[in-house]
């Protein structure tokens, strides 16, 4: 049956954030066999559905079998971004071929293109960042922290700005980063930028506007409307946050933004610290419909090398080998469980394993297994009151409970009196040892309850303390930074492993416990072996691991991902942290009479 008007009219949603497909009675049944195409897109009205923009995009061929095609309407504003759009994922095709020259801008040039109100010194790497990434249009900056990405990003936007692409900039990045954001502007134009932080209404006014992840999805109303109503840039600073993607509240919103932006730029020096699956979010965010598809394709057959090479042209990065630091000594050191932690440890194994082969399906009680097991392998007594309050979510587990009759219970109760666990003893020693020699020491713990008792066992050295329950965090850090009696700063990497610099007084650093996040673990290593350090400083990072327990499955596992990413970064620094080399205990030679002493010196409520 012939029919008149229009058979599918094709715009945005009402939130402007998803794409929104009206029919009438004669096509539901068409729209909804359309719809098969898009697995995030729902049935809004009887008549009606959504799909979001990057799904929409990516799969925008299935249109060509709609049974009327010649009535088929577009409203014009999303009919003009969606061919933006596919342009864009063409270019990025053509690149990928070696079809286009993708330095439209040299690195020469770079100077002469900024904005007359630049006044920020740039190294030649950065120069050679800012030119690919200008020619690229959108793109990803993955180099290494200390690298400048701040400033790369600020000199491309005045370039973008200059060229009128964009009028202002708005940038997604966690709490701390807003400083470097802040003082960057400052130091590099002389006619200093409004930056202005997210407060629930932006204002017009603002050439630069913060926001951080956590905020992002629920003020996705007035940040749409802010960045409709001009041209605007869009960075997503320490992007491996919304490696999730749309399966994640930080990725879902970052990716109903992107399209509504000009242009599009990542920033994280560890893109795929899982494998493949996280750097697909991140470079669909930068070209939505096609990113995934790229990397799909580049690293199908697992050949890693061409992987790289395939996707090279779609990324800038500084290495640290460019940056010319001095090396980083990294070192393992294993510690054997005395007999009555190794019982218990061995009887939670035991109780877990059963547990576990049931919750195969179950990631989030294999997780909780796992950290307990982490949590046991550096001390049991972590377990009887599970984690703080303060920890970060993807670190909470309750208190394992253990009923009185249970022989566990009573070991548990026997430990504190008997052995002190061994990672401490070795915390202590290192600590000691490095304060004679006036080197300060950063330790990493991962739990917050580990964190306290650390700062009681090593309160003879003025210990700094920063975990997410810390009120005063900037006094603490001010304190290790200026205190020479301060020799050692307690913290986990959920909190501190991001946005800080220490490697001007620190060059330290004992991991007590490592989980399996990479990143994470890359990122908190760069917090004392930065740009800016001495060519003859020393910088000794030791990992703390107990022999036969989950600390060797974490090892080799962070191993793996390291070398993945290293490859596919074409970053041999990268893959050689993977495999520290094994260096023996400070605390081998003690003997029981050391130990006793110890445990009279540490013996106090706050530890049983």
């Not at 000199?155 to 980063?177: D, G, H, T």
């Not at 939505?288 to 598809?293: D, L, N």
């Amino acid at each position: 049956m012939e029919h008149n008007g229009p058979s599918l009219i094709i715009g945005f949603d009402l939130t402007r954030t998803q794409a929104k497909l009206e029919t009438v009675n004669q096509f539901r049944e068409n729209l909804a066999s359309l719809l098969a195409a898009f697995p995030g897109g729902q049935m809004t009205e009887r008549l009606a559905a959504a799909i979001p923009i990057d799904e929409f995009i990516g799969g925008v061929e299935a249109l060509v079998g709609w049974p009327a095609p010649d009535s088929v309407v577009w409203e014009d504003s999303f009919r003009t971004l969606v061919t933006e759009m596919i342009n864009d994922a063409e270019r990025s095709e053509r690149l990928l071929a070696g079809e286009e020259d993708d330095l439209v801008v040299h690195e020469e040039d770079v100077a002469g293109e900024l904005d007359p109100t630049w006044t920020g010194d740039l190294t030649p790497f950065q120069r050679r960042d800012i030119a690919k990434l200008v020619s690229l249009g959108h793109g990803a900056n993955f180099s290494v922290p200390g690298a400048g990405k701040t400033r790369v990003a600020l000199a491309a936007f005045s370039i973008f700005r200059r060229r009128q692409r964009v009028k202002r900039l708005l940038v997604v990045c966690p709490k701390s980063a807003y400083e470097a954001w802040q003082e960057e502007s400052e130091k590099c134009f002389a006619s200093a930028l409004d930056v202005q932080v997210y407060d629930g209404r932006p204002s017009s006014s603002a050439d630069v506007l913060l926001v951080n992840y956590e905020r992002l999805e629920r003020s996705l109303g007035s940040i749409t409307d802010w960045l409709e109503s001009a041209p605007t840039m869009m960075i997503l600073d320490e992007a491996h946050r919304m490696k999730l993607g749309t399966a994640g509240v930080y990725g879902a919103a970052c990716m109903a933004l992107g399209p509504l932006s000009v242009i599009r730029m990542i920033l994280t020096g560890t893109p795929a610290p899982n494998g493949p699956k996280d750097l697909e979010s991140l470079l669909a965010f930068v070209w939505p419909g096609r990113g995934k598809r790229v990397v799909n394709e580049a690293i199908d057959g697992g050949n890693l090398i061409y992987a790289s090479r395939v996707l090279k042209p779609l990324y800038t990065r500084t290495t640290k080998h460019e940056l010319g630091l001095p090396p980083v000594s990294l070192g393992m050191r294993m510690v054997d469980l005395p007999p009555l932690h190794r019982e218990i440890y061995d009887a939670i194994v035991g109780r877990f394993t059963a547990r576990a082969e049931r919750s195969r399906s179950d990631f989030d009680a294999l997780g909780r297994t796992v950290l307990r097991l982490i949590m046991a392998a550096t001390s049991p007594a972590l377990l009887s009151e599970g984690t703080s309050r303060y920890e970060p979510l993807s670190l909470q587990v309750p208190p394992l409970e253990i009923p009185i009759s249970d022989p566990l219970h009573t070991l548990l109760g026997s430990l504190s009196e008997y052995e002190m666990p061994p990672k401490y003893q070795e915390v202590l020693a290192i600590v000691r040892e490095n304060a004679g020699k006036n080197r300060k020491t950063l330790v990493w713990a991962s739990f917050v309850r580990s964190i306290t008792t650390l700062e009681v066992l090593l309160a003879d050295f003025n210990p700094a303390v920063v975990h997410g329950g810390t009120p005063d965090r900037d006094a603490q850090i001010d304190a290790f930074r200026t205190d020479p009696d301060c020799a050692v700063l307690i913290s986990n990497p959920a909190t501190l492993g991001e946005g800080i610099s220490l490697h001007q007084v620190c060059h330290d650093a004992v991991y007590v416990d490592r989980d399996f996040q990479a990143g994470r673990f890359l990122q908190s290593l760069d917090r004392i072996h930065r740009l800016g350090l001495a060519p003859d400083t020393e910088t000794r990072i030791t990992i703390l691991a107990a022999r036969g327990t989950v600390d060797e499955v974490v090892a080799l596992r962070l191993n793996e991902k390291l070398e993945f990413m290293g490859k596919l970064l074409d970053d041999a620094s990268v893959q050689q942290l993977g495999d520290p080399f094994e260096e023996p205990s400070v605390i081998a030679g003690m003997d029981a009479a050391d130990v006793k002493a110890l445990l009279r010196h540490v013996r106090k409520p706050e530890l049983s």
